[in-house]
Every structure is written in structure tokens, then in C-alpha cells.
Nanobody
Framework: QVQLVESGGGLVQAGGSLRLSCAAS????????MGWFRQAPGKERDIVAA????????YYADSVKGRFTISRDNAKNTVYLQMNSLNPEDTAVYYC?????????????????WGQGTQVTVSS
């Protein structure tokens, strides 16, 4: 069992930056692939970025490429999402997820554990 707790969300002006963190419980964090998803009101939950168990492979949605960076620190049981050049379209609840598959995954149904989400609001 893995418990995930996101933090770092908030209100930021367009063009600003935020760094989300996701702290995981358990001793096997390094065995999990991790992902960040987001869900805006009235929309589906979409992949933002994902990272393999080792951190050697990553994936980014086209909408965030060049602006967001996913990383992980297995010693701290934490995965991060650095978000730069934010725009109002990035406004959503951001969720952290863990997958037992260890590979980079983009489909939400492949993830086994989810955090409670953190709100990111970007004002214009």
C-alpha cells in the first residue's frame, strides 16, 4: 500500500511558476513509476507528465512540453513537478499517481494509487 500526499499548489499569475511535490509513504517508492495528472472542471483527468521508477525515462503532454519538468528523489520518497510559464489553461486540480508497472505510463487506469489532489489556479 502506498499513500500519496501532494503539496505546493496555489494561486499564481500568468507567467509565474509553481513546484508541486508528492510525498509517498512506504519503503518501495523506488519501485513505482509516477505520474502527474490534472483535471479541470467539467473535463476528464489528463496526463501531464510521467517518470519511470529510476527517473531515466519521462513523458510530457504536448501542452506542457518545455514548460514543466518532472523529477523524483527516491531517497526522499518524493516526486516533483516544476511548472514554469504558467497560463490560465493550466488551472486544474493536480493529482499524483503511482504505478506498480515501473514504466512510464500515460493512461490513468494503469495507475494503482492516487493522491487527494492539489489545486493550481493561474490568473490572467
Amino acid at each position: 500500500q502506498v499513500q500519496l500526499v501532494e503539496s505546493g499548489g496555489g494561486l499564481v499569475q500568468a507567467g509565474g511558476s509553481l513546484r508541486l511535490s508528492c510525498a509517498a509513504s512506504g519503503r518501495t517508492f523506488s519501485s513505482y513509476a509516477m505520474g502527474w495528472f490534472r483535471q479541470a472542471p467539467g473535463k476528464e483527468r489528463d496526463i501531464v507528465a510521467a517518470i519511470s521508477w529510476s527517473g531515466g525515462n519521462t513523458y510530457y503532454a504536448d501542452s506542457v512540453k518545455g514548460r514543466f519538468t518532472i523529477s523524483r528523489d527516491n531517497a526522499k520518497n518524493t516526486v516533483y513537478l516544476q511548472m514554469n510559464s504558467l497560463n490560465p489553461e493550466d488551472t486544474a486540480v493536480y493529482y499524483c499517481a503511482a504505478s506498480l508497472s515501473r514504466m512510464v505510463l500515460t493512461n490513468a487506469v494503469r495507475y494503482d494509487y492516487w493522491g487527494q489532489g492539489t489545486q493550481v489556479t493561474v490568473s490572467s
